[in-house]
């Protein structure tokens, strides 16, 4: 089993900058790369972020590319998202998760290579 424990949401001002933090405990040997997703009220959770333990791949959903960045730490087991020029619509519960399966392009985006889950952290953007 791998635990995670996101940390860092809160409330801010469009174009302010957050950051939210991830650090995953237990069996993380077994699991190829960590993502962030996240989930609107009344919307379905979608894909924010991804990186790859082995290489440090990265990759990002079109609606934050230029603004977020994702970045970790191999020794701590942490993964960070800086998140910059927040808009109103970057508000929702952010969730870390831990894929244990196939890690590329064509499926970091998709919730079935992550096995596990943190518990989600809020992030409010005001206008």
């Known amino acids: 089993q791998v635990q995670l424990v996101e940390s860092g949401g809160g409330l801010v001002q469009a174009g302010e900058s957050l950051t939210l933090s991830c650090a995953a405990s237990?069996?993380?040997?077994?699991?190829?790369?960590m993502g962030w997703f996240r989930q609107a009220p009344g919307k379905e959770r979608e894909f924010v972020a991804a990186?790859?333990?082995?290489?440090?791949?990265?990759y990002y959903a079109e609606s934050v590319k230029g603004r977020f960045t994702i970045s970790k730490d191999n020794a701590k087991h942490t993964i960070i998202l800086q998140m910059n020029s927040l808009k109103p619509e970057d508000t929702a519960v952010y969730y870390c998760?831990?894929?244990?399966?196939?890690?590329?392009?064509?499926?970091?985006?998709?919730?079935?290579?992550?096995?596990?889950w943190g518990q989600g952290t809020q992030v409010t953007v005001s206008s």
């Open positions: 990186i790859s333990w082995s290489e440090g791949t990265t």
């Open positions: 998760a831990a894929a244990a399966g196939a890690f590329s392009e064509q499926y970091v985006a998709l919730p079935e290579p992550y096995a596990y």
């Open positions: 237990g069996r993380t040997f077994s699991t190829y790369g």
